[in-house]
């Protein structure tokens, strides 16, 4: 990357999850999760609730395993997504409000007897997505930050953890939305929070809640959490397709955004592995984008 790198002061490298399967870094996760299910849990099926990556990946790896799946997401949820997930075998429920989302799964929970999939507290999700952090450091040994986009938190502990483990001189930052600080809010409370959304560029990073194994991780294992506005999203974004040939959703390019608005401190050319968490992008955002549409 080196045009963006070189704007960033850094030796840039990213890590292309927008073009693992089902366009995001989530099968990585629910791959782990769905294979420690027993027999008696896989005949009774699995429910996740997502914006849309994590729905993908838990229905891309609930057909892998043969276990049913029902998808709740919210009706403004990306149609790229909401196809996608039915595309991959999940049986799709829309949901009109964010404020009874847990309410409906509940419902769901109850009536199906099927397992909910936690999409902020499961370990086994969070351990997929540390995979991450470990081909980070295998394919970028001299590594000196890692950027990770931030919604509810479980890639950041992921990556963060796995990369502690090992290296804990690589400095590990988040990057989380302007308009709604989750995460670090939670981590100052020592406790997971709610917030209420509004809409964005990168939809992919409107978690409304956390958890407390977040919270934990987070505060023990990442270095520093920033934010960016939704015009230095859609800059990245343009950059990353212009100089990058990368088509990368808004969720993805924060790491970037966050890079080129000088987010993250001084660099000194070292090296800086930015993750590009997914690329399901719909074609009419794509338009407003690349046209420097001011609405997200």
């Known amino acids: ?20 399967k089902t366009g995001s870094y989530k099968p990585r996760g629910a791959l782990v999760r769905l ?12 429910i996740v609730m997502s914006a849309g990556n994590l729905a993908q ?6 057909r892998r395993a043969g276990v049913r799946c029902w998808a ?23 949901h009109s409000e964010a404020a009874t989302w847990f309410d409906r799964v509940e419902e769901l ?24 952090g470990s081909e980070i450091l295998e394919d970028c040994p001299g590594v000196g930050i890692v950027v990770v986009p931030v919604g509810g938190g479980t890639l950041i502990s992921g990556i963060a953890a796995a990369i ?20 670090q809010a939670s981590v100052a409370a020592g406790e ?16 409304p809640t956390t958890s407390g194994l977040v919270v934990e991780i987070v505060g023990r294992s990442v270095d520093d959490l920033v934010a960016v506005s939704e015009d230095e999203i859609r800059e990245a974004m343009r950059g990353l397709l212009q100089r990058g040939k990368l088509l ?12 080129l608005a000088g987010r993250i401190g001084r660099l000194g050319g070292q090296p800086v592995v930015a993750v590009l968490s997914g690329g399901n992008l719909d074609v009419g955002r794509l338009q407003e984008v690349l046209r420097g549409d001011d609405g997200p």
């Open 109 to 132: 929970r109850s009536r199906l007897g099927a397992i909910v999939i936690d999409p902020w507290a499961d370990a086994a999700l969070i351990a997929g997505y540390g995979s991450i």
């Open 57 to 62: 990946g838990v229905a891309y790896a609930a």
């Open 72 to 94: 709740v997401m919210l009706e403004t949820a990306s149609v790229t997504k909401i196809h996608a997930t039915r595309g991959y075998g999940a049986e799709v429920i829309l």
């Open 35 to 46: 294979a420690q299910l027993d027999d008696e849990e896989k005949r009774r099926g699995v």
């Open 1 to 20: 990357m080196g045009a963006l790198g070189a704007r960033c002061g850094a030796s840039l490298y990213v890590k292309c999850e927008n073009l693992q």
């Open 164 to 183: 502690k483990l090992s290296h804990p001189e690589v400095r590990v930052v988040g990057v989380e939305l302007a308009s709604g600080r989750l995460v």
């Open 248 to 259: 990368v959703e808004g969720a993805g390019a924060v790491g970037v955004a966050a890079l």
């Open 192 to 207: 997971p929070l709610r917030l209420a959304r509004g809409p964005s560029l990168a939809d992919g990073l409107a978690s």
